[in-house]
């Protein structure tokens, strides 16, 4: 009998803002796979979870194309789905209110006859972890351990940790606001490798219809990569979809730990590639380079341990803002502390005014303030930051 093998289907999306041309990808990626019908029935509950995280359309690359989920609802209603839900929770400290109306959800949800769910809101309930090894027990939403099919559908973008966010990723989005925290705590490959042992999705469909480059997963520039793929085994999707944007799966800390740790194959040599040859999508995306330590080349010196997205994201949107409107000035000469597992630099390692970004490094603070001789300290409070006027705080006074 001939071993299994993972199968992924690979496609090419012309426009990815006409949506016939985008439900016309869909249908055939899904068909390379066996087709919806061998994974959605006629009366199941569905729940997609896309990525829509931040409060920026796809056209950014930083959530996925609405037209992608939009062709997926179309689909799946078709097999006769008897209700379709789609969820998600935006990353820490942004409304997924927000987020939903950025992209547009709201307008659509009405036409297409889908439940809206916010992750923040929605029940949750404590399920043990089998095997876990960042943590044994996990809060998940009830919906998703309701669901009869849940369908993931990230983009596919560079991210400054990982180097690229992909199927198992984007589960992230279905958890609680403070075990998102936690899992930069935990250990971030393991604690995503541990998440899918209790949420794994029946089917992933990674939208690279447009994507992420550069800065991901929030600050890139758009990749229009023009391709989607699809796989029931998540592992070997997003050891594929690393191919396509030119990253070696190997380099995915939590591709090869999913694969240990039996959740699926990551190694391209197991997988079958239905469709369009990766060689022929395939290009190297740029990466993320924005590296908080390279800004010592600027005389800004950064202390930055254990930090969460939220914290992360903040801080990144902060630096290109002022490299924007040439203000990066205000950092230059001074010292910055952020993240959960940051401490107090040494004394002789603070440069100008100590700037300690969210609450996590509010002790920090008061250590610092306490100190002879106490540096300028600025504090900017949150968890994290949020509508502060941050530049005024770091002007001189
Ligand atoms: S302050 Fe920042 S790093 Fe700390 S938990 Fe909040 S968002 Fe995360």
């Known amino acids: 009998m001939a071993a299994y093998r993972a199968l992924v289907g690979v496609t090419r999306c012309g426009d990815p803002n006409d949506f016939e ?207 989607m793929l699809a796989s029931t085994d998540t592992v070997a999707a997003d050891a594929i979809g690393s191919l396509v944007m030119g990253i070696d799966p190997g380099e995915v800390e939590y591709i090869g730990l999913a694969d240990a740790q039996g959740l699926g194959c990551g190694d391209p040599d197991e997988i079958n590639v239905a469709g369009v040859p990766v060689s022929e999508v395939a290009r190297k995306v ?25 914290c992360r994201h903040f801080m990144e949107t902060f630096i290109s803002n002022l490299e924007r409107t040439g203000e990066l000035g205000l950092l230059v000469g001074n010292t910055i502390v952020f993240g959960q597992t940051a401490s107090m630099p040494q004394r002789g390692e603070i440069r100008g005014k100590l700037i300690l970004v969210g609450r996590c490094v509010k002790d920090v603070a008061a250590a610092a303030r306490s100190g002879q001789p106490a540096p300028e300290v600025i504090y900017i409070p949150g968890c994290p930051p949020h509508g502060q006027d941050v530049k005024a705080m770091l002007k001189p006074r």
């Not at 899904?30 to 920026?56: E, H, Q, T, Y």
């Not at 109306?101 to 809101?121: M, P």
């Not at 589960?171 to 609680?176: L, Q, S």
């Open 21 to 227: 041309t985008v439900l016309e990808a869909t249908g055939e990626v899904l068909d390379l796979i066996g087709g919806i019908r061998s994974i959605v029935s006629a009366g199941d509950i569905v729940l997609i979870k896309p990525n829509v995280g931040f409060k920026k359309n796809h056209l950014t690359g930083a959530t996925t194309n609405i037209n992608v989920v939009k062709a997926l609802s179309t689909i799946i209603k078709g097999v006769g789905a008897r209700k379709i839900i789609i969820a998600e929770g935006a990353i820490v400290g942004t409304s997924t209110r927000d987020t939903f109306q950025a992209n547009g959800y709201y307008d659509i949800a009405g036409e297409l006859g889908v439940e809206l769910l916010d992750l923040k809101t929605a029940e949750m309930v404590a399920v043990p972890v089998p095997c876990g090894k960042a943590f044994h027990r996990l809060h998940v939403p009830r919906a998703i351990l309701e669901a009869d099919v849940v369908v993931n559908v990230p983009v596919m973008k560079t991210h400054d940790a990982l180097p690229v966010t992909l199927g198992l990723k984007n589960m992230k989005g279905i958890i609680r606001e403070q075990d998102k925290k936690r899992f930069h705590k935990w250990g971030l490959s393991q604690a995503i490798v541990d998440l899918n042992k209790v949420a794994y999705p029946d089917l992933t469909v990674l939208d690279g219809t447009i994507g992420m480059e550069g800065l991901g997963p929030a600050h890139g520039e758009p990749a229009n990569l023009g391709v």
């Open 286 to 310: 740029k990466r993320h380079t924005l590296d908080f330590s390279d800004l010592i080349a600027k005389d800004i010196h950064v202390y930055e341990s254990g930090s969460c997205s939220g």
